[in-house]
Nanobody, 127 residues
Framework: QVQLVESGGGLVQAGGSLRLSCAAS????????MGWFRQAPGKEREFVAA????????RYADSVKGRFTISRDNAKNTVYLQMNSLKSEDTAVYYC????????????????????WGQGTQVTVSS
């Protein structure tokens, strides 16, 4: 089992910035990728960004490219999401997730790749 704990959400004005953190614990040796997803009210959960622990692959949703940056600190088993130039449409609950190496062929942009999820952190952007 892997446990994930997100932090860093909050209320920010449009154009502002926030940095989310996600700390992983437990059997992290089986994890190969960390991802961020978000879910707005009445909408499906959607992919935001993902990074392999090796750092060799990073992916972003088109809607956040150029504004969000995902990074990781392997020594701390922590992944970050730096969010700049926030827009009202970025308002959502943000979840971090990781895999258990059960579906390595599934793209890292797909929800199906991920086995473990954090509890989520609310990000609200006021216009």
């Amino acid at each position: 089992q892997v446990q994930l704990v997100e932090s860093g959400g909050g209320l920010v004005q449009a154009g502002g910035s926030l940095r989310l953190s996600c700390a992983a614990s437990g059997r992290t040796s089986s994890s190969s990728v960390m991802g961020w997803f978000r879910q707005a009210p009445g909408k499906e959960r959607e992919f935001v960004a993902a990074v392999l622990w090796s750092g060799s692959v990073i992916r972003y949703a088109d809607s956040v490219k150029g504004r969000f940056t995902i990074s990781r600190d392997n020594a701390k088993n922590t992944v970050y999401l730096q969010m700049n130039s926030l827009k009202s449409e970025d308002t959502a609950v943000y979840y971090c997730a990781t895999d258990g190496a059960t579906t390595p062929a599934t793209p890292i942009t797909s929800i199906g790749r991920y086995d473990y999820w954090g509890q989520g952190t609310q990000v609200t952007v006021s216009s």
